[in-house]
């Protein structure tokens, strides 16, 4: 019997095992657990997305409170800016009335009429009256505001014969204009002498009347009005009969506040 002999096999059909200690600069592992210790200040982490503000907040505790300091300073640096340009309009217009010194308008009578008398009882005591006035405004730099709620009363011999509505209107710097007031008899039973220069339409006896007025007005001076106020005007005057071409004989108005 022939004995057979083992064949040894090539030496590339061999595996070659990688020897640790023939490679020494690759490092070896061999299967199992492994414990790694880091540093704890090397330790990087991604929070969620959900918390990444949170995150932001914890690193920069001071940068909400900046922000926040930020936004009321802009607040008040606003509001300090308003309240200044107010205070300084306001002081403006005020020393603007006090050097100016806005004059009080000046009025002066023109024309006396009597119209349609009516007799009541043997006496004329629905008489109206027609007046016209010269308002003359001679501030340079302030017009007047003749507002609603002007009144106007005749009287003769200190008592009331007529009432009526001063005009509204618009009196520019520097201007004079025309007015007429239409005065409404009050039913007071006139005198006899007004009655027989009533009856006796060409006789001269010249009659004296008051006038007075209570206007509501305000001042508006380069573009700021003031306050409301009330001017009382009295023009006391003789016309020189009671016919319709009588003429204004004297008078003396006067403008208070």
Known sequence: ????????????????????????????????????????????????????????????????????????????????????????????????????????????????????????????????????????NSNRRSSILYQQGGAVSLSFRQQNVATGKFPTFHHGHKNSTDIGIALKGTGVGLPKDVQNSLRNRKSKVPHSFSLKMNVPVKMKTSGFKTGRAEIVVTCDFTVQSLAQDTHILSQECQTNR
């Open 1 to 136: 019997m022939t004995e057979q002999v083992p064949t040894v096999p090539h030496s590339d059909a061999i595996p070659k095992i990688h020897d640790p200690v023939a490679t020494p600069n690759q490092p070896f592992f061999e299967p199992g657990t492994y414990v790694i210790q880091i540093p704890r200040d090397q330790i990087y982490r991604i929070p969620p997305p959900g918390n990444a503000s949170v995150a932001q907040r914890q690193r920069n505790p001071h940068q909400k409170k900046h922000k926040s300091c930020c936004g009321c300073s802009c607040f008040w640096c606003c509001f300090i800016a308003i309240a200044s340009g107010i205070a300084v309009a306001v002081t403006i217009v005020g020393l603007s009335f006090i050097l100016l010194k806005p004059k009080d308008p000046e009025f002066q009578v023109q024309r006396f009429v009597v119209k349609n008398p009516q007799v009541s009882r043997h006496k004329y005591s629905y008489t109206n009256y027609d007046i016209r006035l010269n308002v003359h």
